[in-house]
């Protein structure tokens, strides 16, 4: 035998594959996510923060506040929430804001589907000018269209029945057009770039089918759209149900005005209750946190789906 059958044999190295080896992480990209993390968490107590304490000093009685300044801790108190539904008159200002509210969502997620669905279906010469159209009226603030928006108001005359005042003013169904007018737009714009992103072939096929176009619109694509329509309802009944500035100029008799109004029956002549506004805030913020809590799952999966398509 020789020297060369007598050593013994090594198994050559095997060659790694780049695309599934495995890097370490570096020690600079830790701590830029270390960085990062922290940062967020310093700007989620920034913003929580206003919350909470106004949550606590709600639940706190004004004269110990008073005697012992607002960091002191103590002087717990269930009173402020009652005397801040009998004084604010909670009861008959949310009814005015379900009455304000709730038809002015169905409204405006309703025609926005329509438009939505004109617009993403369907081609013709003027299909983006009209999705623009209902879009631009985002993009005007809404003080701008105050004077305007009054006169027209004012000038249009409906039957005793439908307003006491013989026009849009001082009128449930006058705030109501105002706020399905400013956010069909935007509405208009999500729905239509998720019905872009539903396959075609089932149209074709609920054509082939003999569905007319209501029958496409009714049983195929609002079924398909509840994702983004639960989203948007919980966006919209936020935002209609805290809007004051119109009901402010269209609304002139303090039976009628919305809920968010009630904050000023809660100031004084000479002076503020400040643990009594926090708490009648905490009340007026419920029902919009309760509707989010509800639809939390779909108001998180419609803002995700149609942001990508295929």
């Not at 983006?128 to 159209?133: D, E, F, P, Q, T």
């Not at 269209?145 to 005359?157: K, Q």
């Not at 935007?186 to 029958?215: H, Q, W």
Request: with cysteine; net charge positive.
């Amino acid at each position: 035998m020789t020297a060369a059958s007598e050593a013994p044999q090594t198994a050559a190295p095997r060659s790694r594959n780049p695309l599934t080896t495995k890097r370490p992480q570096g020690v600079g990209q830790k701590k830029g996510n270390r960085g990062i993390q922290v940062f967020l968490a310093v700007v989620a107590l920034l913003w929580i923060f206003p919350v909470g304490y106004a949550l606590l000093n709600s639940f706190r009685d004004y004269a110990y506040t008073a005697k012992n300044g607002y960091l002191s801790f103590g002087g717990f108190t269930l009173a402020n929430y009652k005397n801040a539904w009998e004084q604010a008159n909670f009861s008959h200002t949310m009814l005015n804001s379900a009455y304000i509210t709730i038809p002015a969502v169905l409204l405006t997620l309703f025609l926005s589907c329509c438009v939505a669905f004109v617009v993403s279906r369907f081609s013709f010469k003027f299909n983006l000018a009209l999705l623009g159209m209902f879009t631009a009226a985002n993009l005007l603030p809404p003080q701008a269209l105050l004077i305007p928006v009054y006169r027209m108001f004012r000038a249009i005359e409906v039957p005793f029945w439908f307003s006491e005042s013989g026009t849009l003013l001082n009128s449930y169904w006058g705030l109501i057009l105002v706020n399905v007018a400013f956010q069909t737009g935007f509405c208009a714009f999500v729905l239509s770039n998720y019905m872009k992103t539903l396959p075609r072939e089932l149209y074709e096929s609920a054509v082939i089918d003999g569905a007319g176009v209501l029958r496409q619109f009714f049983t195929l694509t609002l079924p398909l759209c509840r994702p983004p329509l639960a989203a948007l309802a919980t966006l919209e009944v936020t935002w209609i149900y805290n809007e004051f500035f119109w009901a402010t100029v269209l609304l002139q008799s303090g039976d009628k005005f919305p809920v968010t109004s009630s904050i000023n029956n809660l100031r004084g002549q000479f002076f503020t209750d400040n643990n009594l506004v926090a708490a009648g805030s905490v009340v007026i913020a419920l029902p919009t946190l309760i509707i989010f809590f509800v639809l939390q799952k779909q108001f998180v999966a419609g803002l995700t789906l149609g942001a990508t398509k295929g």
